[in-house]
Structures are given as structure tokens and as C-alpha cells.
Nanobody, 124 residues
Framework: QLQLVESGGGLVQPGGSLRLSCAAS????????IGWFRQAPGKERERVSC????????RYADSVKGRFTISRDNAKNTVYLQMNSLKPEDTAIYYC?????????????????WGQGTQVTVSS
């Protein structure tokens, strides 16, 4: 059974950092592009970042460029999202999702496997 599990969320002050992890079980991530999405209360879910299956290509939403870094360790079957200079508007539930295929193309519906999410709260 395909499963993604996020971890690393929590409460952090503005300007702080967190590293989220997305661990896969039941399948190998080698053939999947992985995206990080977030959903804040009352807002639509948005894609924050995405990394290609071999890690050679990454994409970021304008709102997080220069602050967030996505990476992956296929040997550990895990994808990471390093979040620095966090702002209150980054507060949301963060989800990772897998899309079969090499590249970060397509729509949200193309990401067929999702984790349960991890809460990130940025507040003083």
C-alpha cells in the first residue's frame, strides 16, 4: 500500500526555520515527482514546491522562493522541505504528494498519493 507520512511541523517564531520530511513506504520514490502543498484556514490548497524524480529539477511558488528549499534522498525514500525565514502567512497544514513520472508538470489532480499533513504555525 502506497503511503506518505509527513513530519517536522510545529510552532515556530517569525524568522525561524523548520525542516519537513516526507517518508514513503510501500513504493519507491525513484519514479515519482514529489510536491509539497499547503492549505491555510479559509484558503485553497496551493503548491509550494516540487522536485523531479531524480532531484535535478525543482520549482517553487513565488511566495517561498529564496526561503524554502526542497530536496530528496531516494536512498532513504524521503523528500525534505527546508523552510527558513518563516512568516506568519506560512501558517498552514503542509502535505506532500507523489506524481508518477519524472517531471513536475501537470495539475494537482495528477498527484495521486497524499500524506495526512503536518501543521506549521508561525507565530510570536
Amino acid at each position: 500500500q502506497l503511503q506518505l507520512v509527513e513530519s517536522g511541523g510545529g510552532l515556530v517564531q517569525p524568522g525561524g526555520s523548520l525542516r519537513l520530511s516526507c517518508a514513503a513506504s510501500g513504493f519507491t520514490l525513484d519514479y515519482y515527482a514529489i510536491g509539497w502543498f499547503r492549505q491555510a484556514p479559509g484558503k485553497e490548497r496551493e503548491r509550494v514546491s516540487c522536485i523531479s524524480s531524480n532531484g535535478g529539477s525543482t520549482r517553487y511558488a513565488d511566495s517561498v522562493k529564496g526561503r524554502f528549499t526542497i530536496s530528496r534522498d531516494n536512498a532513504k525514500n524521503t523528500v525534505y522541505l527546508q523552510m527558513n525565514s518563516l512568516k506568519p502567512e506560512d501558517t498552514a497544514i503542509y502535505y506532500c504528494a507523489a506524481k508518477y513520472g519524472r517531471l513536475c508538470v501537470g495539475r494537482e489532480v495528477d498527484f495521486g498519493s497524499w500524506g495526512q499533513g503536518t501543521q506549521v504555525t508561525v507565530s510570536s
